[in-house]
Nanobody, 119 residues
Framework: QVQLVVSGGGLVQAGGSLRLSCAAS????????MGWFRQGPGKERELVAQ????????AYADSVKGRFTISRDNTKNTMYLQMNGLKPEDTALYYC????????????WGQGTQVTVSS
C-alpha cells in the first residue's frame, strides 16, 4: 500500500509563493504519473499539474501555466508544487495523487492541504 503525505499549505497574500510537498511511503514506489489536484469553494476538483514519474514530461492546467511548477525528487519519493504569483482564485484544498496504471484513474490520494490567497 502507498501512503501520500502532503505538507506546505497556508495563508499567503496575492502575488506570494508557496511550495507544496507530497511524500510517498509504503511498498516500492514507482507510479506511472503523479499529480496535484485542487478543489475550490463551490467548484469541482481539477487537475492542476501532473508529471510522469519516469521521464521529464509535465502538464499544467491553463489557469496555472507560467506560475506553478511541478517537480519530483525520485531519491526521496517526493513530489513538489512550487506556486508563484498566487491569486485569490487559487484558494482551494490541494491534494496530491498517484496513478499506478496507464489509462486508469488516480488510485492513491494524499490528504488535502488548504491554500488560501488573500487579496
Amino acid at each position: 500500500q502507498v501512503q501520500l503525505v502532503v505538507s506546505g499549505g497556508g495563508l499567503v497574500q496575492a502575488g506570494g509563493s508557496l511550495r507544496l510537498s507530497c511524500a510517498a511511503s509504503g511498498r516500492t514506489f514507482s507510479p506511472y504519473t503523479m499529480g496535484w489536484f485542487r478543489q475550490g469553494p463551490g467548484k469541482e476538483r481539477e487537475l492542476v499539474a501532473q508529471l510522469f514519474w519516469s521521464g521529464s514530461s509535465t502538464a499544467y492546467a491553463d489557469s496555472v501555466k507560467g506560475r506553478f511548477t511541478i517537480s519530483r525528487d525520485n531519491t526521496k519519493n517526493t513530489m513538489y508544487l512550487q506556486m508563484n504569483g498566487l491569486k485569490p482564485e487559487d484558494t482551494a484544498l490541494y491534494y496530491c495523487a498517484a496513478r499506478s496504471t496507464p489509462g486508469r484513474p488516480y488510485d492513491y490520494w494524499g490528504q488535502g492541504t488548504q491554500v488560501t490567497v488573500s487579496s
